[in-house]
């Protein structure tokens, strides 16, 4: 499936190869530790994580499909080209180098990374091995904490390099079969055990305990380090014991398939190794320093977008929750890394189990691993960007030494002193034994006495001298509590309070467990909380574009339209305009005419089109004012009739003589009202000339007017007619008022002037 014979470097990439190698050998042999197996030993003091680079070769997948490209180059053992410039077709135009560019696509990045060893695809698990790891078996040996974890997204070859396989052992069997190998030629008293655990779901499960329903367990803070509560430690005896361990918990661990691996491991593993080594005697004084290294072998689950999850609703909280201690874990990296005095450490059970190894007493190499091709490109540059932040981190490293240097005499004084203590005790409880006796003794003769006179004595039996009697109270023998039986007393009363004591611790452990359970439920809580905030907020910026939609279509379709109505007043003015200029050329070339028939003209048709102003002008006020007087004048004609049938009765109740008073002043008050309102009697009906009468008879008056001007000789001049009386002319279009003293005279527009003997045409 693997093993696609790495590309042939371009002549470029071998240009790079061979001006990288001067200076990268000299960074190599500053690396230290790493750089050189043989080099077993680190200063105490300030040390830089180690950040390697692997890099996996293409899978069969990638290569069957043409749509992917490797973006990941290796040109050095210390340098990749991330998403690197690809060969360039050039051509010559009028002589000069021009290159083929296809706009459509992405530029390439082309960035460079620098790492302290960058392994390529075609390097195997044991060159990662042999060049980096082995050398931290040296400073266990020493008692350093050592730590390697591998960091990478889903299917990018973390557990292949930590634990690999049968045919192709990872790191982690490599490193602990030479462990046992060195521990072997050491001449040491060792002692190691070993623990796997693994974070799933944020839970911690303990892999080397079966059990159907794993029971989560706690972590415990212990000054600067984090134990977990009940996690199983074993002590191998081989280094094959330990790797059936190391197996046995492989198969527990929670695997599922993703996009990128059909064996996904979805948690993250931590397999522990303690190592206890005291040197044996040499010769009369032995070197008594007891040395105690820990190493942590830390598998990290893949990083995996959530578009790449399949809708199986468990894959999401898991993938969720892997890209939340991920997230943690980087946090605490940039941290680190920018030497910040807070490093949320506590924002993961992740991050709280990795204290130790990232910034604490530890020697630490990080394994990024990538996969080269581009359909991972996003995970490939966060990987590469979060390595490259890690490299800044510095552990402080000290060794871990229990100092026991004694002296044989020192020794043997000791021992002399420890007889002499335990042959004072042994006098102690012969004393104490033998003074149970004698009160027990005194209690029962005590006894013996006050019942004497009722029974004979039964014979005692002999006491045996191991047997225990309970002891007397103050209160029943008060003389015999000699200071052994208060010591005694003492000892069980410190008993009773350790008993309490351990009740006590046992409660304490169960609130702390339950609080970190609730702190973890709170921690997913707010995950959740921010999570939904996201959608919520991505919901609402939705709908605030939709409506903006909305509102903008809405916008469009007024703006139409309002175009189109504009367009359709222009018009409509244009052609107002146009006909009014009409009329007044027309006007104008009549002036031009004889004045004589003008005048005619003027007299005939001057009304007419006076009239047909009025009514273009006044038209709708005109009839809203004849609405008005006809109910005006049927409310006044209701009161007039109402008037004389009230007079009728006035003067029938009269004639019975049944007014009263008050009836009386009542009538007179009415009459006195009806007087001062006076007789007001209205026209029918306004004779308002409508448009169609109106052009009709024009029409007729045209007619007219030709004839006479046609029948006419033409040296006959027209006689003035008399123009229609005003009088005349007011009493066909006003009102007819007879006094009215309450009614207001009709305002301004509702009168019409009478014809004033020429044509008004600034009125218009
Ligand atoms: N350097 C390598 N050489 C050959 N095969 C490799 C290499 N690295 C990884 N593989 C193969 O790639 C596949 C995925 O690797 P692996 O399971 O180690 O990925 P991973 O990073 O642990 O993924 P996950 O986070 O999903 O568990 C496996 O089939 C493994 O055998």
């Given at each position: 499936?693997?093993?696609?014979p790495?590309?042939?470097a371009?002549?470029r990439?071998?240009k790079s190869?061979t001006?990288?190698?001067g200076?990268?050998?000299?960074?190599?042999?500053?690396?230290?530790?790493?750089?050189?197996?043989s080099s077993?030993?680190?200063?105490?003091?300030?040390?830089?994580?180690?950040?390697?680079?692997?890099?996996?070769?293409?899978?069969?997948?990638?290569?069957?499909?043409?749509?992917?490209?490797?973006?990941?180059?290796?040109v050095?053992?210390?340098?990749?080209?991330?998403?690197?410039?690809?060969?360039e077709?050039?051509?010559?135009?009028?002589?000069?180098?021009q290159t083929?560019?296809?706009?459509?696509?992405?530029?390439?990045?082309?960035?460079?990374?620098?790492f302290?060893?960058?392994?390529?695809?075609?390097?195997?698990?044991?060159d990662?091995?042999q060049?980096?790891?082995?050398?931290?078996?040296?400073n266990l040996?020493?008692?350093?904490?050592?730590?390697?974890?591998?960091?990478?997204?889903?299917?990018?070859?973390?557990t292949?390099?930590?634990?690999?396989?049968p045919?192709h052992?990872?790191v982690?069997?490599?490193?602990?079969?030479?462990?046992?190998?060195?521990?072997?030629l050491?001449?040491?008293?060792?002692?190691?055990?070993?623990?796997?655990?693994?974070?799933?779901?944020?839970?911690?499960?303990?892999?080397?305990v079966?059990?159907?329903q794993?029971?989560?367990?706690?972590?415990?803070?212990?000054?600067?380090?984090?134990?977990?509560?009940?996690?199983?430690?074993?002590?191998?005896?081989?280094a094959?014991?330990?790797?059936?361990?190391?197996?046995a918990?492989?198969?527990?661990?929670?695997?599922?398939?993703t996009?990128?691996?059909?064996?996904?491991?979805?948690s993250?593993?931590?397999f522990?190794?303690?190592?206890k080594?005291?040197?044996?005697?040499?010769?009369?004084?032995?070197?008594?320093?007891?040395r105690?290294a820990?190493?942590?072998?830390?598998?990290?689950?893949?990083?995996?977008?959530?578009a790449?999850?399949?809708?199986?609703?468990?894959?999401?909280?898991?993938?969720?929750?892997?890209?939340?201690?991920?997230?943690?874990l980087?946090?605490?990296?940039?941290?680190?890394?920018?030497?910040?005095k807070h490093?949320?450490?506590?924002?993961?059970?992740?991050?709280?189990?990795?204290?130790?190894?990232l910034?604490g007493?530890?020697?630490t190499?990080?394994?990024?691993?990538?996969?080269?091709?581009?359909?991972?490109?996003e995970?490939?540059y966060?990987?590469?960007?979060?390595?490259?932040?890690?490299?800044?981190?510095?552990?402080?490293?000290?060794?871990?030494?229990?100092?026991v240097?004694?002296?044989?005499?020192?020794?043997?004084?000791?021992?002399?002193?420890?007889r002499?203590?335990?042959?004072?005790?042994q006098?102690?409880v012969?004393?104490l034994?033998?003074?149970?006796?004698?009160?027990?003794?005194?209690?029962?003769?005590?006894?013996?006495?006050?019942?004497?006179?009722?029974?004979?004595?039964?014979?005692?039996?002999?006491?045996s001298?191991?047997?225990?009697?309970?002891l007397?109270?103050?209160e029943a023998?008060?003389?015999?509590?000699t200071?052994?039986?208060?010591?005694?007393?003492?000892?069980?009363?410190?008993?009773e309070?350790?008993k309490?004591?351990?009740?006590?611790c046992?409660?304490?452990?169960?609130?702390?467990?339950?609080?970190?359970?609730?702190?973890a439920?709170?921690?997913?809580?707010n995950?959740?909380?921010?999570?939904?905030?996201?959608?919520?907020?991505?919901?609402?910026e939705?709908?605030?574009d939709?409506?903006?939609?909305?509102v903008?279509?809405?916008e469009i379709?007024?703006?139409?339209?309002?175009?189109?109505?504009?367009?359709k007043?222009f018009?409509?003015?244009?052609?107002?305009?146009?006909?009014?200029?009409?009329v007044?050329?027309?006007?104008e070339?009549?002036q031009?005419f004889?004045?004589?028939?003008?005048?005619?003209?003027?007299?005939?048709?001057?009304?007419?089109?006076?009239?047909?102003?009025k009514?273009?002008?006044?038209?709708?006020?005109?009839?809203l004012?004849?609405?008005k007087?006809?109910?005006?004048?049927?409310?006044?004609?209701?009161?007039?009739?109402?008037?004389?049938?009230?007079q009728?009765c006035?003067f029938?109740?009269?004639?019975?003589?049944?007014?009263?008073?008050?009836?009386q002043?009542?009538?007179?008050?009415?009459?006195?009202?009806?007087?001062?309102?006076?007789?007001?009697?209205?026209?029918?009906?306004?004779?308002?000339?409508?448009?169609?009468?109106?052009?009709?008879e024009?029409?007729?008056?045209?007619?007219?007017f030709?004839?006479?001007?046609?029948?006419?000789?033409?040296?006959?001049?027209?006689?003035?007619?008399?123009?229609?009386?005003?009088e005349?002319?007011?009493?066909?279009?006003?009102?007819?008022t007879?006094?009215?003293?309450?009614?207001?005279?009709?305002?301004?527009?509702?009168?019409?002037?009478?014809?004033?003997?020429?044509?008004?045409?600034?009125?218009?």
């Amino acid at each position: 499936m693997f093993g696609r014979p790495i590309k042939k470097a371009s002549p470029r990439k071998r240009k790079s190869l061979t001006l990288k190698h001067g200076p990268s050998s000299k960074r190599l042999s500053n690396v230290g530790i790493l750089a050189t197996p043989s080099s077993k030993t680190v200063a105490p003091g300030s040390s830089n994580i180690k950040v390697l680079l692997r890099v996996r070769p293409s899978n069969k997948k990638e290569l069957d499909d043409n749509r992917w490209r490797d973006v990941v180059e290796v040109v050095d053992k210390d340098l990749v080209i991330f998403d690197p410039k690809e060969e360039e077709d050039f051509f010559f135009h009028h002589g000069k180098k021009q290159t083929f560019r296809d706009i459509n696509k992405k530029q390439p990045k082309n960035l460079q990374f620098n790492f302290d060893r960058v392994f390529g695809p075609e390097e195997a698990t044991s060159d990662v091995y042999q060049q980096s790891i082995q050398g931290l078996i040296g400073n266990l040996m020493n008692g350093y904490n050592c730590s390697v974890f591998a960091y990478g997204a889903t299917g990018a070859g973390k557990t292949f390099t930590m634990l690999g396989s049968p045919d192709h052992p990872g790191v982690t069997p490599l490193l602990m079969k030479e462990l046992y190998d060195t521990l072997q030629l050491e001449n040491a008293d060792v002692d190691v055990a070993c623990s796997y655990l693994e974070i799933y779901n944020e839970h911690v499960h303990d892999l080397l305990v079966e059990s159907s329903q794993p029971k989560p367990l706690q972590l415990r803070e212990d000054g600067a380090s984090v134990m977990v509560s009940d996690l199983s430690w074993h002590r191998p005896a081989s280094a094959e014991d330990l790797m059936s361990i190391l197996q046995a918990g492989n198969l527990r661990r929670t695997q599922h398939p993703t996009d990128a691996n059909k064996e996904s491991s979805r948690s993250h593993a931590v397999f522990q190794v303690l190592v206890k080594m005291k040197k044996r005697c040499e010769g009369a004084a032995r070197s008594g320093q007891v040395r105690c290294a820990k190493l942590s072998m830390i598998d990290l689950a893949g990083s995996e977008r959530a578009a790449a999850t399949t809708n199986n609703k468990s894959r999401f909280t898991e993938g969720a929750n892997i890209n939340k201690s991920l997230l943690a874990l980087g946090n605490c990296i940039n941290a680190l890394a920018d030497g910040l005095k807070h490093v949320p450490f506590r924002n993961s059970k992740l991050t709280r189990l990795l204290k130790g190894s990232l910034g604490g007493n530890c020697q630490t190499v990080m394994i990024a691993n990538v996969s080269p091709s581009n359909a991972v490109y996003e995970d490939t540059y966060n990987t590469l960007k979060y390595a490259t932040r890690a490299k800044k981190i510095k552990n402080r490293v000290k060794k871990n030494l229990i100092s026991v240097d004694i002296t044989a005499a020192e020794t043997a004084k000791e021992l002399d002193s420890a007889r002499n203590e335990i042959a004072d005790l042994q006098a102690k409880v012969a004393a104490l034994q033998k003074e149970n006796l004698a009160l027990k003794r005194a209690a029962e003769e005590h006894i013996c006495v006050s019942v004497a006179a009722v029974e004979p004595p039964l014979p005692l039996p002999e006491p045996s001298p191991v047997q225990e009697t309970p002891l007397p109270t103050p209160e029943a023998s008060p003389k015999a509590l000699t200071p052994q039986v208060q010591e005694k007393r003492n000892n069980l009363e410190i008993l009773e309070t350790l008993k309490a004591l351990r009740e006590l611790c046992k409660r304490y452990e169960a609130a702390a467990g339950a609080k970190y359970f609730l702190v973890a439920e709170l921690e997913k809580l707010n995950y959740n909380y921010e999570v939904k905030k996201l959608k919520l907020q991505r919901i609402n910026e939705l709908c605030k574009d939709a409506t903006q939609i909305k509102v903008t279509s809405l916008e469009i379709k007024t703006q139409a339209q309002r175009q189109n109505l504009e367009e359709k007043l222009f018009h409509a003015s244009t052609e107002e305009e146009e006909s009014l200029a009409a009329v007044k050329r027309a006007i104008e070339s009549l002036q031009q005419f004889d004045t004589t028939i003008f005048s005619f003209a003027n007299i005939m048709l001057g009304p007419y089109c006076e009239s047909k102003v009025k009514e273009l002008q006044f038209g709708p006020c005109q009839k809203l004012s004849n609405q008005k007087n006809v109910e005006i004048e049927t409310v006044q004609n209701a009161f007039l009739r109402s008037s004389a049938v009230l007079q009728k009765c006035y003067f029938a109740l009269k004639g019975l003589c049944c007014v009263s008073p008050e009836v009386q002043a009542q009538y007179e008050d009415l009459l006195s009202f009806v007087r001062q309102s006076g007789n007001v009697t209205f026209k029918a009906e306004e004779d308002v000339p409508d448009g169609k009468k109106s052009d009709e008879e024009f029409d007729h008056l045209m007619d007219e007017f030709e004839q006479e001007l046609m029948a006419r000789p033409l040296d006959q001049t027209f006689e003035a007619a008399a123009p229609p009386s005003s009088e005349s002319m007011d009493a066909t279009f006003c009102i007819e008022t007879k006094k009215a003293p309450k009614r207001q005279p009709m305002e301004a527009p509702f009168r019409v002037k009478p014809y004033s003997g020429a044509l008004n045409t600034g009125r218009i």
